[in-house]
């Protein structure tokens, strides 16, 4: 649109001391401009669920912090429908499972029903924590869960610790935060040191079961952070636990080949490789293995890459039988009822099964809701003291755990992860032996051969 | 057993050296005839490769099938690129020249991620799979088609640059933009040309990549720093020089790779940029 300079110049000379003049276009300003704040607030302070209803007095309100928009939206969607079924499942909207922790509602709290008050971080730590401060001081929340993203749990706990209310997470998993010795701070998600200090058990185990020596490692980890904490941790069990590196690499995740350091596992070679990468730098060592005809007897896979869902679809049968870890598999409801009976409230309401994160949100809320049960009452210091002496038994978790009983530091010592292998074009568990729906295939069966 | 390893090892490096060479050839090319650096060279890359995907993924055409289509279509997008963004800057400053390019680069990598998504995309069974078995010396023989097509593409840009009418005008207004538009070649026709035939090197080399390694939006990234490594060393504008300086470099990574540690490689290859600037600053066949 291109105004004659003469014509705008009267627009404005006409308007500036005219309230009444052009009502329809004012209005319309008006109403933009009311949107547009709209919009913001809601950007600036997530979507808030419960303003304006009324308090009443049986109501015990849970903050609930997710990344419900941005980059991580998807999975902050299905964060938040685990945690309404928790929810649903503690107030008796929906029959539980028996067997199910806070499966039998409020007992000692009269029946009182929880109610959650979700806050969006957008996938953003200062967002987290205004989120956490506004859920704290004006919606009056009794405890707070989430967030998902370490970094963003990492500053919406601070908030929470400052406040001194307890804050329970259920699924991030970077060692630093229980490492913190915050007094309100608890997780129920086993951390990143315990998948890595995992391998090791499970390779352990699987020298029993062969009765094959499984002692010489090659480390094959990407160059990042990730990588690098991985590597150290994994060069300090490898000694302490009498495991031999055969060799160590350290590669640039964005390379164009992987020749060399193939070339250089191949002379070393090691019975178990162990491997973090993402997606890319996955599918070119896979190709690269198989390009170079090198095969170990087993590949011990960090997650990340390994696990993402184009993994398998761009890898077909060369993907097949890498080991990897995980927190939770789909294939645990066929060995465990209780977890089949959830999944299955779960697929009705929202039409997806669990995955690793949205089962542990729901058990975060479950578990949550126990401590406050068993606390009797709203207290902060209460419900601190209740999540301190919880002790829920494996058999009331749909996580493939021991249970859940927190250390002085918060973190549930009782979790585990679970190791799969892709086999048949799924990801099956294989370890813990006694959560296990499928033998290991050992060794990779030859690339020629399969 | 050492020896067969070094063997194996010096395969490797040759035949990504090849790739890297037929990658740089169309970024040496441009520069050479209009003095202009291409930062959306390994944009073109990747939609030499994102072609061959759909070509493979909507009408199950073959990446080796589909090469002339590909070859086609990046020159189009090259000559087009020259027509709507370079031919307005060319007396531009050179900080324009490369903001704009440079702009470009980001463009077509947000463009992808808009349209194709972030995902990581691959080309399950191509024509060329499978792997090569020379005594102890193992390769696949995707690497190895693609090498042949470096060596071949190369190989008919060499011929057309020196031995054609239309190839020697390209290269006379490489030489002397003055003089050879004195002779009657038409400059804005040569430099079209010379971003049709240097995006259409990218488009080939995209397709030959393609059939072994992850396609995704940012993937130009990976190639396009070691390519202006090779276009330094083989020297600015020599397609000769960038055939021979991408064998060098492919040779230097995956050795020095081997023998120092991978996670040097992109140092050491980057620590040869440095010694040829400070050394030959034109590089192994550049103009003086």
Redesign the interface.
């Known amino acids: 649109m291109r105004f004659p300079v003469a014509t705008t110049r009267n627009w404005f000379a006409k308007n500036r001391f005219d309230d009444t003049a052009a009502p329809g276009r004012r209005s319309a300003i008006t109403r933009m401009l009311a949107a547009t704040a709209l919009l913001a607030t809601t950007a600036l302070s997530g979507l808030t669920f419960a303003t304006g209803t009324a308090r009443a007095e049986d109501e015990i309100r849970i903050g609930v912090i997710y990344p419900l928009t941005g980059a991580a939206a998807s999975t902050g969607v299905e964060l938040k429908a685990a945690a309404e079924l928790a929810a649903a499942i503690v107030n008796k909207e929906i029959p539980a499972p028996a067997g199910l922790v806070a499966g039998v509602g409020m007992p000692h709290m009269k029946g009182a029903k929880i109610k959650l008050v979700f806050g969006d971080h957008q996938g953003n730590p200062q967002v987290g924590a205004t989120e956490a401060e506004r859920l704290i001081t004006s919606e009056k929340v009794t405890a707070l869960t989430g967030a998902y993203f370490s970094n963003v749990t990492a500053t919406a706990s601070q908030v929470a610790e400052r406040y001194g209310v307890p804050f329970l997470n259920g699924e991030s998993s970077s060692a630093t935060l229980t490492q913190r010795k915050f007094k309100w701070f608890f997780r129920t998600t086993p951390h990143d040191d315990l998948f890595v200090t995992n391998f090791f058990t499970f390779l352990n185990d699987m020298e029993k079961k062969t009765g094959e020596q499984l002692r010489s490692v090659g480390l094959f980890n990407e160059n990042t952070l990730w990588g690098n904490e991985t590597t150290k941790l994994q060069t300090k069990l490898s000694e302490e636990q009498k495991f031999t590196i055969a060799e160590k690499i350290l590669y640039p995740a964005k390379t164009t080949q992987m020749t060399s350091e193939v070339q250089r596992l191949k002379a070393a070679n090691p019975a178990v490789i162990m491997q973090s990468s993402y997606l890319g730098d996955a599918i070119l060592s896979m190709k690269t293995y198989k390009e170079l005809g090198f095969l170990p007897k087993m590949l011990l896979a960090n997650d990340a890459g390994f696990n993402d869902s184009e993994f398998l679809k761009t890898m077909g049968k060369d993907g097949e039988y890498i080991i990897s870890r995980e927190v939770w598999a789909l294939d645990q409801a066929e060995r465990n009822p209780l977890i089949k009976q959830v999944n299955d409230l779960m697929r009705e309401r929202s039409g997806v099964n669990f995955n690793g994160n949205s089962a542990r949100a729901f058990t975060g809320i479950a578990v949550l809701a126990d401590a406050i049960d068993r606390a009797g009452s709203t207290k902060p210091e209460d419900i601190r003291k209740a999540l301190q002496e919880t002790n829920i038994p494996a058999s009331g978790l749909i996580m493939p755990w021991k249970g859940v009983k927190f250390d002085e530091h918060g973190q549930n010592e009782l979790g585990q992860g679970i190791i799969v292998q892709v086999q048949g074009g799924q990801y099956v568990t294989v370890w813990p032996f006694d959560v296990a729906t499928k033998p290991v295939v050992y060794p990779m069966p030859a690339w020629d051969k399969r | 057993m050492t020896a067969d390893?070094l063997f194996?090892?010096l395969v490797?490096?040759l035949l990504?050296g090849l790739?890297?060479a037929l990658v740089a050839v169309g970024l040496t090319l441009i520069f050479g005839v209009m003095d202009i650096v291409n930062f959306a060279h390994g944009e073109f890359l990747m939609l030499g490769m994102y072609a061959s995907f759909w070509a493979f993924a909507l009408f199950a055409v073959d990446p080796i099938v589909a090469l002339p289509f590909t070859a086609l279509l990046l020159f189009a997008v090259g000559v087009i690129v020259y027509q709507t963004v370079i031919r307005r800057i060319l007396k531009a400053p050179m900080l324009s020249q490369i903001f704009a390019t440079f702009g470009l680069m980001i463009l077509l990598r947000g463009l992808a991620q808009f349209f194709w998504k972030p995902?990581?995309?691959?080309i399950?069974h191509s024509l060329v799979s499978g792997?090569l078995t020379l005594g102890s010396v193992?390769?696949?023989l995707p690497?190895f088609v693609a090498a042949l097509g470096a060596v071949g593409v190369t190989g008919g840009l060499w011929y057309f640059l020196h031995r054609t009418r239309l190839g020697t005008a390209l290269e006379a207004t490489a030489i002397d933009r003055e003089a050879a538009t004195l002779m009657g070649i038409d400059g804005q026709k040569m430099f079209a040309l010379a971003w049709g035939i240097g995006a259409a090197c990218a488009g080939i080399a995209g397709g030959l990549i393609a059939t072994?390694?992850?396609i995704?939006p940012e993937v130009g990234?990976?190639?396009i720093l070691?390519a202006f490594v090779v276009v330094v060393l083989g020297g600015f504008g020599s397609v000769t020089g960038a055939f021979l300086a991408g064998i060098i470099v492919g040779l230097i990574?995956?050795?020095?790779?081997?023998l120092v540690?991978?996670?040097y490689?992109?140092a050491i290859v980057l620590s040869l940029l440095l010694v040829v600037l400070l050394v030959r600053p034109r590089g192994l066949m550049g103009k003086a």
């Open positions: 390893i194996q090892v490797s490096g990504i790739i890297y995902d990581h995309r691959l399950p792997n193992q390769f696949g690497q072994f390694f992850p995704f990234a990976n190639f070691i990574e995956v050795l020095g790779g081997f540690g991978p996670e490689k992109t």
